[in-house]
């Protein structure tokens, strides 16, 4: 089996100023949401769907009524970051493969189709060609993790991380591991990706180059304007 946990407890203060308080990722896209996108892709795929809810869960969940989702609930979404949203699903972290993901990014299933048809045990999806205006940044060599970071933290950056990354093997409970010993320590502010990031000294953290794909993380009002360009809608 092969599972999905998107989360999407956060309010999104970045792009909030222009859409008030609707959750980024139930922004039309014309005619539909961008998660109920996402989890139909997923679903037509035969991937078991989880969704970790916080800010405006309502939207969210009635964005996705009559679809076969399991919702799991941050209730300290506004002091807390995606690592405490990984925790409240941390039951569903065993089966065959699961793939982890921000609900604010938009992609089709031809980057669904070329993550689950990886057999590394730990990817995760970057882009060669959006390093100049790349929000957060990846360092690869050899298809694998060096270093990371926003902007000029990450030397060497040659790709932007994606949002996306597919776990499978006994990495799932090694992330599982990781992320209780995470939580015991308090460490709630981080990114769920921290779990993987900590890793790197121990095994390899492979990376995907989906360059020439579209795809784009809703962090600003131009991420959203981008996707609408792409599928032709016009913006009103």
């Known amino acids: 089996?092969?599972?999905?946990?998107?989360?999407?407890?956060?309010?999104?203060?970045?792009?909030?100023?222009?859409?008030?308080?609707?959750?980024?990722?139930?922004?039309?896209?014309?005619g539909i949401s961008l998660i109920r996108h996402t989890v139909q892709m997923l679903l037509n795929y035969d991937v078991e769907v989880h969704i970790v809810v916080g800010f405006n869960k309502r939207q969210i969940m009635n964005s996705l009524v009559g679809l076969d989702v399991k919702f799991h609930e941050n209730f300290f979404y506004s002091i807390t970051n995606s690592l405490a949203s990984l925790w409240f699903a941390k039951d569903e972290l065993c089966g065959d493969a699961i793939i982890l993901g921000n609900a604010d990014v938009f992609w089709e299933s031809n980057l669904?189709?070329?993550?689950?048809?990886?057999?590394?045990?730990?990817?995760?999806?970057?882009?060669?060609?959006r390093v100049e205006f790349g929000d957060y940044l990846f360092n690869v060599q050899d298809e694998k993790v060096i270093s990371c970071g926003k902007g000029t933290e990450c030397q060497g950056a040659n790709?932007?991380?994606?949002?996306l990354a597919m776990i499978q093997g006994d990495m799932i409970s090694k992330c599982k591991e990781r992320l209780m010993d995470m939580i015991e320590k308090q460490k709630c502010n981080n990114w769920w990706e921290q779990i993987l990031y900590d890793m790197r000294s121990e095994r390899e953290i492979w990376a995907k180059d989906i360059a020439g794909h579209f795809w784009a993380e809703v962090d600003f009002i131009e991420d959203y304007n981008r996707i609408l360009?792409?599928?032709?809608?016009?913006?009103e």
Request: charged share 30%; glycine share 8%.
């Open 1 to 30: 089996m092969t599972k999905a946990i998107l989360m999407a407890a956060g309010r999104g203060t970045r792009i909030s100023r222009e859409i008030s308080d609707k959750c980024k990722c139930t922004l039309d896209i014309g």
């Open 112 to 129: 669904l189709s070329l993550l689950l048809k990886d057999e590394r045990d730990c990817v995760m999806l970057c882009d060669s060609s």
């Open 159 to 163: 790709c932007e991380y994606v949002g």
């Open 229 to 235: 360009e792409y599928r032709g809608v016009v913006n």
